[in-house]
């Protein structure tokens, strides 16, 4: 039979235990231009959090006329007006700011903009935010991260040992902070399906770093005097091919989405992808570290009944 | 671990085909289906307004302007109340949150008060059993006696307008000749309104925003509004603008209205004969008729104002009794506005202005688009996974696709019986799900060939590795599925779409993994003919 081609190399050795002061460095500084990125620049957020109103348009007949839709609706005193064309010539994208006067300011702006652009302009999308609604959106983003970090955290401190969430936490807090950092960087739309985006990511991250805990969990049980450095690099490495494996089918389903994704979940699929990367990054070279530094228990012969009955039967 | 009992296989393959079953009546058009027998399953994945197009606004109810209109209302139940029970009283006036009105002579405080305690309604409490009322009078000084409207009170006012909006809203829209629309109360004052396949938001929003309360008023005989503005503004009168604005002036009417647009039976849009002006004719209901029959009688040759929403529309002369009950207005009308007028005064006016919080429409065409590429991306998406896998893992990698469309297929059944609508995002979580399922696939495998590589034998090596990686598929999923419930409590309808794919996705991907593919690996391992089976991977 066809026992399928087995290419990532077993038996590693590679000393990512030994070189971790690298990779904590290089993601520490990533993070923390992540933070400065994020403190001075911010994130350019969406509609869905700052109000406003936008646009997705389409020409009846040629191609859309930048300059001119500028003139247009630079003429109607709304503001800042972003235009953005699409992947077809035919398609943009419009925004306009949140307007000074409450919820029906918003809506006689968006009729405005209507109105200015004239019959060749099929209007395939209209959002209009209002203060009201953006103000508890963002209220709504805070606490989606936060419960969800919490209760992953609760969750990983009730399978293994505290120290383990802690970990765990800390890799993901870095994935969530570098991925944020990007979207800052690139001036990406930050909006509620970016937030969705993130919290998959924090299961996604999560999970890789849950796969090589496991296996830690498992060689302590196994070498009882291996020491500790040690076993989290062979923890790691006996984990490794799996680890990018996952990644790659991920990444390729993730990729197709991003691909043929419409605008709409552009930046979805965009913070998955980069999400994946930073995920697996973390959970090799982050989150064992991090592990090393707060140390764990090495006795779990005592344990294995109480937190994890499953396993204690294997 | 890989032996399977009888009644466990017929389990898992009625599972499968049930999937199937349910699953199947989405591959077919509306129509197609609709023409199958009854005992056919029929139910197709609700697609959300973000594939099908539509409009979906979010309303906020004037809270405020609701509390205001009240105290005006209570302010002239109490001037009624005192002067029914021939009382004194000065100094009538909405004073915060309450009416206060003083009464001069202290002899008939007590009176008054007895008087204006007549106004409290009792409210049923169907929860507590017990009853609250809706205003609290309670006295202030020596003669103050404040009539205040109670917090349960308010709350309950809210709940009505609430209600009655989404009523009047509901036969507004259905006027529009949209099909199946979802009209919701949110939260306390709030009201989502969703009507799929119509994007025409800016009639829809014509439709719904206005107030649309008309009324009928007494023109003050003499004075006039400028007149007022500069002297005083006679009692029981009220100066309205008119509703072309400034240039359209002002006019000075009698605040209670002899007719209000309660009493309409009917609204039509028509064309004034001598004109060809777009007007709006009515017709009153048989109390209506009488009021307005009797005022026209006793003023012929004096104006009278037709307000909506406080602002004047026409102010005619009246020329001759209007007795049959039914007349026409006519006002700076475009055939549309006239159009929408008339929708408006017959299914009834709202309790109170509301106001659009959020509006998200999108166009039939982009909705087709997004179906078009989300197909694309989960077609592609799964292939690109399916050859990966079968690439890494040979025939087991073959056993992961199967495992994987199975996956794919319990999800859709799942929401198909479940009701739960698919959108955008929803296909971006079913992308997902087919890459992150084969991880549990990936994890066994793996384990596998560790095993292997240990020199256990086959079997042993195989059952090692379902055993093993049991533990970590459940870890690893149940933390997504965190994040998942998550995104399903605090998300609005997009988001919500996907947090439901996703964490079905997450169920049928540990429910296949321990099962089809356990399942297909124990038929592989039953089916090979020498008792030494050969390294799987």
Same mark, same amino acid.
């Given at each position: ?164 969430? @802690? *970990? =765990?936490? +800390?890799? /993901?807090?870095?994935?969530? #902070?570098?991925?944020?950092? !990007? ?11 970016? @937030? *969705? =985006?993130? +919290?998959? /990511?924090?299961?996604?991250? #999560?999970?890789?770093?849950? !796969? ?15 020491? +500790? ?27 197709? +989405? ?57 | ?537």
């Amino acid at each position: 039979m066809f026992k399928g081609v087995d290419f990532f190399p077993h038996g590693t050795k590679f000393p990512i235990m030994q070189m971790r002061g690298y990779f904590v460095t290089a993601s520490a500084i990533a993070a923390l231009a992540a933070i400065v990125l994020l403190a001075t620049q911010g994130l350019n957020f969406g509609i869905d959090f700052k109000g406003g109103s936008l646009f997705e348009i389409q020409t009846k007949t040629g191609t859309v006329d930048v300059a001119d839709l500028r003139a247009k609706l630079g003429d109607l005193g709304l503001g800042e007006v972003q235009i953005q064309e699409l992947d077809l010539p035919t398609d943009a994208l419009i925004r306009i700011e949140e307007q000074q006067g409450g919820e029906t300011a918003q809506q006689q702006a968006a009729s405005k903009v209507q109105d200015a652009l004239g019959e060749n302009i099929e209007i395939r999308r209209v959002e209009v935010v209002g203060p009201t609604v953006s103000g508890e959106l963002q209220q709504a983003g805070v606490i989606a991260v936060t419960v969800a970090v919490i209760g992953i955290l609760l969750y990983i401190w009730f399978r293994f040992e505290w120290q383990f969430g @802690v *970990a =765990a936490i +800390l890799a /993901l807090v870095h994935d969530i #902070i570098i991925t944020m950092g !990007v979207f800052s960087l690139l001036g990406f739309d930050f909006g509620l399906t970016e @937030v *969705a =985006a993130l +919290l998959t /990511l924090a299961g996604y991250s #999560i999970n890789d770093s849950v !796969v090589v805990f496991d296996r830690i969990r498992e060689n302590l049980r196994r070498y009882k005097k291996m020491p +500790l450095e040690e076993l989290l690099n062979l923890s790691i490495n006996e984990t490794l091919s799996r680890t990018i494996l996952t990644s790659t089918t991920t990444f390729l389903a993730v990729l197709a +989405l991003y691909v043929f994704g419409t605008e709409v979940i552009r930046g979805f699929s965009f913070a998955m992808l980069f999400g994946i990367v930073i995920g697996t990054w973390s959970s090799i070279f982050v989150a064992s570290p991090f592990l090393l530094w707060i140390g764990v228990k090495r006795d779990w012969t005592g344990a294995v009944g109480k937190a994890n009955p499953a396993a204690g039967k294997a | 671990m890989l032996h399977f009992e009888r009644w466990k296989v017929i389990a898992i393959v009625a599972i499968c085909l049930a999937g199937v079953v349910f699953a199947m009546p989405n591959l077919f058009s509306k129509q197609t289906v609709d023409g199958w027998p009854s005992w056919m399953p029929k139910r197709q994945l609700a697609l959300g307004l973000d594939l099908r197009g539509g409009a979906h606004l979010l309303l906020s109810m004037d809270t405020v302007e609701l509390r205001k209109d009240w105290l005006v209302t209570l302010r002239s139940d109490v001037r009624k109340q005192l002067r029914e029970a021939k009382i004194r009283f000065t100094g009538l006036g909405i004073v915060g949150n309450g009416v206060q009105v003083r009464i001069p002579d202290p002899a008939d405080v007590e009176k008054a008060y007895d008087a204006l305690k007549k106004l409290v309604q009792p409210m049923g409490n169907a929860i507590l059993g017990r009853s609250t009322d809706d205003i609290e009078v309670t006295r202030s000084g020596s003669d103050a006696i404040i009539v205040k409207p109670s917090e349960q009170g308010l709350q309950q006012r809210v709940t009505d307008a609430a209600g009655s909006s989404v009523e009047t809203v509901r036969r507004r829209v259905d006027e529009l000749g949209t099909t199946e629309p979802n009209i919701v109360r949110q939260g306390q004052d709030r009201i989502l309104v969703q009507v799929p396949g119509y994007d025409d938001t800016r009639k829809l929003k014509a439709v719904i925003g206005k107030t649309a309360k008309l009324t009928f008023h007494e023109v003050h005989p003499t004075t006039s509004a400028e007149e007022a503005r500069q002297t005083r503004v006679p009692l029981g009168y009220k100066i309205y603008p008119s509703d072309e604005g400034e240039a359209g002036g002002s006019y000075l009417l009698k605040e209670a209205p002899v007719v209000s647009g309660e009493d309409l039976v009917d609204a039509q849009p028509g064309f004034d004969q001598r004109t060809n002006e777009p007007i709006i004719s009515f017709r009153f209901n048989q109390s209506g008729a009488r009021k307005f029959g009797r005022f026209t009688k006793n003023n012929v040759g004096v104006p009278f104002a037709i307000v909506l929403d406080n602002k004047v529309l026409s102010a005619p002369v009246i020329r001759e009794p209007i007795l049959g009950g039914s007349g026409q207005i006519s006002g700076s009308f475009t055939v549309e506005s006239a159009n929408d007028l008339a929708i408006q005064l017959r299914s009834g006016a709202l309790p109170t202005k509301l106001t659009i919080v959020e509006e998200r429409t999108v166009g039939p065409s982009l909705g087709a688009d997004s179906i078009e590429a989300g197909e694309l991306a989960v077609v592609i998406g799964t292939l690109a996974v399916a050859g990966f896998m079968v690439f890494a893992f040979g025939l087991f990698g073959v056993f992961a696709v199967i495992a994987v469309l199975i996956n794919l297929t319990l999800i859709i059944a799942a929401m198909s019986l479940l009701g739960s609508t698919l959108t955008l995002p929803g296909i971006a979580g079913l992308v997902l799900t087919v890459g992150m399922a084969v991880d549990a696939n990936v994890l066994i495998y793996e384990r596998i060939r560790e095993e292997l590589r240990a020199g256990k034998t086959a079997i042993s090596a195989v059952e090692a590795g379902f055993t093993k990686a049991f533990v970590t598929i459940l870890d690893s999923n149940l933390t997504t599925l965190i994040a998942a419930l998550v995104m399903f409590w605090l998300g609005a309808g997009p988001v919500r779409g996907f947090a439901v794919t996703l964490s079905l996705g997450i169920f049928a991907t540990i429910f296949t993994a321990f099962t089809v593919t356990r399942l297909l690996v124990s038929l592989w391992i039953a089916s090979q003919k020498t008792r030494k089976i050969p390294a799987p991977l």
